[in-house]
């Protein structure tokens, strides 16, 4: 726990997603995502960087402030998809979450897929039950 991993990778805008956005931030937000002439993946981590600038929880987690928990299993690139979460895992999944709760006062409202704050998979760990 004392160690930065890179797991999180560039966050996505919370306000954007929850459409929580004052239109201050919406006006940002829209500049950044929609500059002609950069790349998508130089205005997804311009954004990531304006993000992450802000406090949590009014952002998703950074790799600075979170932890991560890795599922394995295998990825079919024919369908884009991650192998189901196996039961075992599920169980061990539900046990890490509660001693982290436990021990760190994590809440439910503090734990995240990948997908949910991060450009990744959306099949990514779409399985997984930790409540």
Not at 31 to 56: D, H, M, P, T, W
Request: proline letters at 5%; charged letters at 25%; a neutral charge.
């Amino acid at each position: 726990m004392d160690q930065k991993c890179w797991h999180v990778g560039n966050i996505k805008s919370r306000c954007n997603e929850l459409k929580t956005c004052t239109p201050d931030e919406l006006k940002e937000i829209n500049s950044i995502l929609f500059k002609k002439g950069e790349s998508y993946e130089v205005r997804i981590r311009n954004l990531s960087q304006q993000e992450a600038k802000k406090a949590y929880p009014n952002r998703y987690p950074t790799n600075d402030d979170s932890l991560g928990i890795e599922l394995v299993g295998s990825f079919r690139a024919k369908s884009s998809t991650y192998d189901v979460v196996t039961n075992p895992q599920n169980e061990s999944l539900i046990w890490l979450v509660s001693v982290l709760q436990s021990v760190l006062g994590v809440t439910d409202e503090d734990v995240y897929r990948h997908p949910e704050v991060s450009y990744r998979q959306p099949s990514e760990a779409q399985s997984a039950k930790w409540k």
